[in-house]
Structure formats: structure tokens, C-alpha cells
């Protein structure tokens, strides 16, 4: 599966639109990771699990949107954005979605 | 009495320790972004050359960083009074420089990255920032 953030897959040709594809999800950190933030905010620097934390949920969440896209046949997912909402205090949704597209 | 020396303690240990990792990660900011300076980064999406593409794919990078205790008490500060709060400008600035460094590292061999975007959210209310920065990728063929 070919993702890019750009309106075509450069160097191949598009044969057929499926049109919108997404995925989401939503994850809480747990309380220890929200403590040791905590003592970050005194000192400063590097949140290191929370960048962990957002990195997984955003492949999760591509995941989602991949295997949605593959059900409709397609092999490329084009104009992928991110988006990202906090819902709660320590709680992140994390949406992202394209437009699911068969290359030659 | 007791609360007052442990606010003194607190935004002393935020000045000095925060202060020196803010100085060690601009450091290391500038040593990588140099190493990286090779490969461009564009906003926008239509900056290709004619040849043959060998792949094309979608990368990304992230980084939070959180403020210390001073930086905090200062943007309090400026919150009553008004004005620029220049304090937390470098936080972001970290993030954001720190978050393309780490998206140019993912795609160290290739030729360009079109349509960089970047987009921020809070961690939590005191002020620390999360950045993402995402973009294609282009290989030529070689």
C-alpha cells in the first residue's frame, strides 16, 4: 500500500477513485506516564513516552485506514491528512484520512 | 512559610535545569538539522523533476516537549499582564525543529519531501506541545 500526502502517486498513473477512507483512534495515557509528565513540566525537556504514546496510536489509526482501503480494493491512499483532538484531560483522538485509490 | 521556600526550590531547579536542557537540545538541534541540510523539505506539492520516480511514500515525525516551572511561572505572568510570552515560543520552536529533524532522519536517502505540513496540540495545560510534521517522500530512480 502506497500513502502520500500529495494529490497523485508521482511516477504512476491513477486508474480508479473509491473515494474517502478513515481511520481513528482514541488513547489515554496511564497515570504513571501522566506522573512522570508531571515532574517533566518542573524541569523541562523531552516527554519521551507521551511521543511513544502518539507515535503507536498513529499507526493504529493508519492501520485502520489501510485495511478499510484494501476491503475496497484499492492499493494506494492519496492526500492523507492527520488530525488530532483532545477529548478529555489526558485523552488524544487521533484521526487520520485520504482518498483510497487503485495505481497501475 | 514552608510553601513559599518549596515554590523557591521548585522555580530555581525549573531556571537552572530547564535552562540547561534547553541549551543541550538546541544544541543537538543544530549539529542534526546541519547533517540533514542536503535534503529539502517543501511545502509545496508540485517541486518534481523530470525523472523516472523509483517510490513515493508518506513519513512522518514527532516530538513533545514540556515546559519546566519557570518557563510556567513566567507565561503566568505575562497572562495577566499581557503580551508576547516569549518563553513558551522557544518550547514550540523546539518541537517543531526537533519534530522535522526527526521526519528528514526516517527518510535520510531520499531526494525530496513535498508538501511538509505541520501540526501542533497541546499535552496538557500547562503548556507543553506536541508536534507532528508529515510529508511525502520522493526517491528518483538512481
Known amino acids: ?104 | 512559610m514552608f510553601d513559599l521556600i518549596s515554590f523557591i526550590i521548585l522555580v530555581g531547579l525549573g531556571y537552572f535545569i530547564g535552562t540547561q536542557i534547553e541549551k543541550k537540545h538546541y544544541a543537538s538541534l543544530k549539529r542534526r538539522e546541519a547533517l540533514y541540510l542536503q535534503l529539502p523539505a517543501v511545502t509545496a506539492k508540485n517541486m518534481l523533476e523530470e525523472r523516472p520516480i523509483e517510490k513515493a511514500s508518506l513519513i512522518s515525525g514527532s516530538a513533545a516537549i514540556s515546559t519546566d516551572y519557570f518557563k510556567t511561572l513566567l507565561s503566568g505572568l505575562r497572562n495577566f499582564l499581557g503580551g508576547e510570552i516569549s518563553a513558551h515560543e522557544t518550547i514550540l520552536d523546539r518541537a517543531r525543529r526537533e519534530a522535522i529533524v526527526r521526519l528528514k532522519e526516517k527518510a535520510a536517502d531520499a531526494d525530496i519531501i513535498l508538501n511538509l505540513r505541520i501540526e501542533t496540540s497541546t499535552v496538557s495545560l500547562m503548556g507543553g506541545a506536541e508536534v507532528l510534521a508529515y510529508g511525502t517522500a520522493i526517491y528518483y530512480k538512481k
Open chain 1, 1 to 104: 500500500m502506497i500513502l502520500t500526502n500529495i494529490e497523485s502517486v508521482p511516477g504512476k498513473k491513477i486508474i480508479e477513485h473509491y473515494g474517502l477512507v478513515c481511520g481513528s483512534t482514541i488513547r489515554a495515557k496511564n497515570a504513571f506516564k501522566d506522573l512522570g509528565a508531571g515532574f517533566k513540566n518542573i524541569f523541562g525537556g523531552e516527554l519521551k513516552s507521551y511521543t511513544a504514546l502518539m507515535e503507536e496510536s498513529r499507526g493504529q489509526a493508519i492501520e485502520r485506514m489501510m485495511q478499510q482501503a484494501q476491503a475496497l480494493g484499492a492499493n494506494a491512499i492519496i492526500n492523507v491528512r492527520f488530525s488530532t483532538s483532545n477529548i478529555a484531560q489526558g485523552a488524544a483522538e487521533l484521526y487520520v484520512y485520504g482518498t483510497a485509490i487503485k495505481t497501475e
